[in-house]
């Protein structure tokens, strides 16, 4: 009798957890969905930078830091995905630098936007991250010396990473993360739907159902 | 039944009904990490240590009923809920902050749910390890007589 108690009880607690669990994930996704349809710019600001087919009818928005591990291994694995469906996905970038001052990167990041070399001077720093960006022991000046390979002017970049504007800019894409409740990086959404589960191959099913929904 | 048989099914119904709110608690507590994306803080984690092994060491107590399951879990109990207690003196700032231990990573002081102007994560932890030790408590003086 005792047994069937306690089998019982642990039946019904797993079960209320799960329920729960199927509860929340139904009504988060409807609030997404909301979200996406009334308040597009939550997730993409005009200042936004971009990649891929304006007109793209898959919008991929990547909340990103320059210094996070998981977030360089993705890079690749994204540019494949856009490479495997040209011109059906517009990948939006934005930024929520959680690692201690990660803010830095991006401020050297959108000052060589100014020099129309972004993509190049991100993929240097992701190439590279391992250098700097090491969890142990970050060293943040050490990302200069690998810069020029992005053929950067490195004197204007230094002048223009303190421009109060690409401040606003972390801020304001911190407080988007905050409210999209984006709290590790990558965070993936694809037309403002969030990955359920996170992974490759969830991002890679996520984008195939938006393709096949929209062309 | 004999009176002796009955004090003792009241005893492990007692105990049960321990090991129920403590699954309760580290189910709950698994629903913040992983369901609702919360990330435990350091303080978190220690309190965490504390209360997910009570799930399984008084489960093991129920079957057969052992009163000495008290002896070992109560020891946890106590250390979950002077952690529970330092959290909520740092999160209401009666401590402040540069003492916190954590420093990277998720801070210990961010306020994730604040049910009816109360009820935050770390006050729902020392709920839940008052009641558990009171329980543990009360079980003791039950079975010692």
Redesign the interface.
């Known amino acids: 009798m005792k047994y069937k108690i306690f089998a019982g009880t642990c039946l019904a607690l797993i079960g209320i957890f799960l329920a729960t669990s199927f509860y929340y994930k139904a009504q988060q996704a409807e609030q997404y969905d909301a979200m996406a349809k009334n308040n597009l710019s939550t997730f993409v600001k005009a200042y936004s930078q971009t990649l891929g087919n304006a007109d793209a009818k898959v919008v991929l928005v990547e909340f990103m830091d320059p210094a996070c591990e998981t977030c360089a291994a993705f890079s690749p694995i994204v540019k494949q995905m856009m490479a495997e469906n040209p011109g059906k996905i517009k990948l939006v970038l934005r930024y929520a630098p959680f690692h201690d001052g990660a803010d830095y990167f991006v401020k050297i990041l959108e000052a060589a936007k100014n020099q129309g070399k972004y993509w190049e001077t991100l993929e240097v720093m992701f190439n590279s991250q391992s250098e700097w960006a090491s969890h142990h022991d970050p060293q943040p000046q050490k990302i200069w010396q690998f810069l020029p390979a992005a053929g950067l002017d490195l004197e204007r970049i230094k002048q223009e990473m303190h421009d109060p504007e690409i401040a606003k800019r972390i801020e304001q894409d911190l407080a988007d993360a905050n409210t999209l409740n984006v709290r590790k990086t990558p965070g993936f959404f694809v037309n403002g739907r969030p990955l359920e589960t996170f992974g490759a191959k969830q991002l890679y099913q996520l984008i195939q159902s938006e393709i096949k929904a929209n062309y | 039944m004999s009176q002796q048989a009955q004090l003792s099914d009241e005893n492990?119904t007692l105990l049960?009904l321990t090991w129920?709110i403590v699954?309760?608690a580290t189910?709950g507590s698994?629903?913040f990490s992983?369901?609702?994306?919360?990330?435990p803080c350091v303080l978190c984690w220690y309190q965490r240590i504390c209360l997910f092994p009570l799930v399984l060491i008084l489960?093991t107590g129920?079957?057969p009923f052992d009163k000495r399951v008290v002896n070992y879990s109560l020891p946890l109990a106590i250390a979950g809920w002077f952690t529970a207690l330092y959290h909520n003196l740092l999160y209401s700032k009666i401590i402040p902050q540069e003492l916190q231990p954590c420093s990277?990573g998720v801070s210990c002081t961010e306020k994730y749910i604040d049910l009816f102007g109360f009820l935050t994560i770390p006050m729902l932890s020392l709920l839940g390890f008052s009641t558990i030790i009171t329980l543990l408590f009360l079980l003791k003086k039950r079975t010692s007589r």
């Open positions: 492990w049960f129920m699954t309760a189910l698994l629903f992983h369901v609702m994306a919360f990330a489960a129920l079957f990277q």
